[in-house]
């Protein structure tokens, strides 16, 4: 079984940053394909962005093209959410997710392909 703990989470200006890690412990994070969510309070849980087993991979919501960079450090069996020019509507609880997987290429972007979950930590960008 594999564990999740997301840390980083705060309050920020918009126009800000924020780095997000998520730790991995329970099985070598080099096994799992990575995903971030966030749930904004109301809204359906939503995907942010994705990353391969190898790191090689990554694939992003429209809305933080460009803003938002997914990382991964498999010495250190964690992966990372950079988020620059931070807007109030990337307010959110945001989630890390870990998906079993036999590919080194491949990233899921539904939260039903994920088998595991963080327990969230909140992000709030105020204007």
């Known amino acids: 079984q594999v564990q999740l703990v997301e840390s980083g989470g705060g309050l920020v200006q918009a126009g800000g940053s924020l780095r997000l890690s998520c730790g991995v412990s329970?099985?070598?994070?080099?096994?799992?394909?990575m995903g971030w969510f966030r749930q904004a309070p109301g809204k359906e849980r939503e995907f942010v962005a994705a990353i391969s087993r190898s790191g090689s991979s990554t694939y992003y919501t429209n809305s933080v093209k460009g803003r938002f960079s997914i990382s991964r450090d498999n010495a250190k069996n964690t992966v990372y959410l950079k988020m620059d020019s931070l807007k109030p509507e990337d307010t959110a609880v945001y989630y890390c997710?870990?998906?079993?997987?036999?590919?080194?290429?491949?990233?899921?972007?539904?939260?039903?392909?994920?088998?595991?979950w963080g327990q969230g930590t909140q992000v709030t960008v105020s204007s």
């Open positions: 997710a870990a998906k079993f997987t036999g590919s080194s290429l491949n990233y899921y972007s539904t939260s039903q392909q994920y088998n595991s």
């Open positions: 329970g099985r070598a994070s080099n096994n799992f394909a």
